[in-house]
């Protein structure tokens, strides 16, 4: 530890664009990790600051920061609405002052600042899991994973090159006609499809883009076919030609658990398939989240100094903040937790969940 | 499109008796996919144990390791069973 670490430093917790940590960053990630390259929308200098959507939750020791947390607001389209999370990551203390809770300092500001701007839940995708459970955070939302054999030839062959940035417009529509996503801007597509190490391809006719699917982000989901979009048939043939590509490395595809004639196809030829938790999350604005809960249930629900009371004919019922989350962003839709959550409430399972997914290039 | 969400039975799915549209997968070759990639992510938890070796500096430090330690035995055994699971399938599947 350094002389200056060994004293008291003064301490002071702010919201800062993200060349305010870059040095920061290097110093814990490496230079070689191009973070702003992985995540180009927590250093969106670009807009106004005030409206961007990406900044970091930033702690200086006198005046230098020594830990940030990344932080972008989302609003994931689901079948049943918009639903406000705001996105953590890129967690980082510098290597000089660790083992003083400095994370969890960043961690709460921008837990408290996700309360503030009316998210229903803080979401993240952590490196150790542990950390971040003994802070509340627990599996949430559910995502499909479907293994890509490596002799699929399903779909359309049609002529394809890799996504340009003219595209985006054309991509950008085919990426809106899901169900199920995160809103993005077109300049916001922009940038995600700009990301070091992806491979994004599109599928064409009459020299259109009809159809796109993307591999790899950075260092990250190598083999997983992350995004996709498009006219199904032609989705497929290029889901295909990603499968059929190393026969060594099995592949996989990111689906939401909303069906869809893509991955509908898939699961029609037997290709194996897993569900798990999207990410570990924790509920941040508990009114938001009553208003959720009572939009899907037509009850009356309210919340409190510590939870939500939902008024019911045989009597009020109270939830937790765990419950709550339960509700909306069960890590299993059919699971024995969400069960037991629409136990309470006397409502159908399927009556609560969100439904909430997003796609490979919207995690930080 | 089914405005729903997915049939969670299809979790594991087998090839269905007509196939799909110019489908030429077989439960075979997913379950053996299945059964590489749970070696993997088995093999990434071991590593993620091994990269928390030489990070302990302190009693709190200690203690996270500990759980960290707890955490990717738990997730290791869950692997297990389901890597065990799968092997079955495979073996029920003649591959």
């Known amino acids: 530890m350094s002389a200056a670490a060994a004293q008291a430093p003064h301490l002071d917790l702010s919201v800062q664009p993200g060349r305010e940590v870059r040095a920061l960053l290097r110093a814990v990630w490496g230079v070689e990790r191009d973070l702003e390259g992985e995540y180009p929308l927590l250093f969106d200098d670009t807009a106004a600051f005030a409206r961007a959507p990406g900044r970091f939750v930033v702690l200086r020791a006198d005046g230098v920061p020594v830990a940030a947390c990344g932080f972008l607001e989302r609003d994931f389209v689901t079948p049943h609405g918009e639903l406000r999370l705001v996105l953590l990551g890129s967690v980082s203390t510098h290597p000089q002052w660790r083992g003083r809770g400095y994370a969890g300092h960043v961690l709460a500001g921008a837990h408290a600042l996700a309360e503030a701007a009316g998210a229903v839940a803080t979401l993240l995708w952590p490196m150790d899991a542990a950390v971040y459970t003994k802070s509340g955070y627990r599996p949430a939302a559910c995502e499909w994973n479907i293994v890509l054999p490596g002799d699929l030839a399903l779909g359309r062959e049609l002529p394809t090159r890799p996504a340009r940035p003219l595209d985006v417009g054309a991509l950008l529509a085919l990426h809106d006609a899901h169900p199920v996503r995160v809103r993005r801007t077109a300049a916001e597509f922009a940038r995600l499809a700009a990301c070091p190490g992806m491979d994004m391809r599109v599928a064409l006719e009459h020299g259109r883009p009809v159809a796109y699917a993307a591999r790899g982000r950075g260092g990250d989901l190598g083999t997983c076919v992350h995004e996709w979009a498009g006219e199904p048939q032609a989705v497929l043939g290029l889901v295909s030609n990603f499968a059929r590509e190393d026969a060594r490395s099995p592949r996989y595809l990111l689906a939401p658990d909303w069906s869809h004639p893509v991955t509908e196809a898939l699961l029609d030829v037997g290709c194996a398939a897993v569900t798990r938790p999207l990410g570990l999350a924790r509920l941040a604005n508990r009114a938001a989240a009553c208003r959720w809960v009572a939009s899907r249930t037509g009850l009356a629900v309210e919340a409190d100094a510590t939870g939500a009371r939902v008024a019911l004919p045989g009597g009020d019922v109270r939830l937790d903040d765990a419950e709550l989350l339960t509700a909306i962003l069960p890590p299993a839709n059919e699971g024995a937790a969400l069960a037991a959550v629409a136990a309470r409430l006397a409502v159908a399972p399927e009556r609560l969940p969100a439904y909430a997914f997003c796609f490979g290039l919207d995690s930080i | ?95």
């Not at chain 2, 990434?44 to 759980?67: F, N």
Request: glycine fraction near 12%.
């Open chain 2, 1 to 95: 499109m089914n405005s729903l969400p997915i049939d969670s039975g299809r979790v594991g799915a087998t090839p269905s008796a007509g196939g799909g549209s110019g489908g030429s997968t077989s439960g075979a070759s997913s379950g053996g996919a299945v059964f590489q990639a749970l070696l993997d992510r088995l093999a990434q938890s071991a590593q993620r144990l091994e990269a928390s070796e030489g990070a302990v500096t302190d009693a709190d430090s200690l203690a996270d390791a500990v759980e960290d330690a707890r955490s990717a035995l738990t997730d290791a055994l869950s692997l297990k069973d389901q890597l065990l699971e799968a092997y079955r399938q495979r073996r029920a599947q003649g591959a």
